[in-house]
Nanobody
Framework: QVQLVESGGGLVQTGGSLRLSCIAS????????MSWHRQAPGKEREFVAG???????KYVDSVKGRFTISEDSANNAMFLQMNSLKPEDTAVYYC?????????WGQGTQVTVSS
């Protein structure tokens, strides 16, 4: 069984930075992809950034140039560096791993950007 634990969220002012981490416990033999998603109050969860099994990076348009996704596959870890944060980035951020045994989500970490 794979479990994901996120950390790094918090309160930051507009223009500030945060770095989210997602660490997986359990055995992972095949990682199909890793991604970050977020859900703002009253809105549906949306894709933010992802890494495919081939290392291809993808971002939602609203974060391009500000967020950077990275991974440490040897340690089953994934990160999201968020710069130039805006109030509209406020949300609960979730990590997701898709592996040979299924899809796993973290518990979420709150990111709040004050104006």
């Amino acid at each position: 069984q794979v479990q994901l634990v996120e950390s790094g969220g918090g309160l930051v002012q507009t223009g500030g930075s945060l770095r989210l981490s997602c660490i997986a416990s359990g055995s992972i033999f095949i990682m199909h992809d890793m991604s970050w998603h977020r859900q703002a109050p009253g809105k549906e969860r949306e894709f933010v950034a992802g890494i495919s099994s081939r290392g291809l990076l993808k971002y939602v348009d609203s974060v391009k140039g500000r967020f950077t996704i990275s991974e440490d596959s040897a340690n089953n870890a994934m990160f999201l560096q968020m710069n130039s944060l805006k109030p509209e980035d406020t949300a609960v951020y979730y990590c997701r791993f898709r592996t040979e045994t299924g899809t796993y989500w973290g518990q979420g970490t709150q990111v709040t950007v004050s104006s």
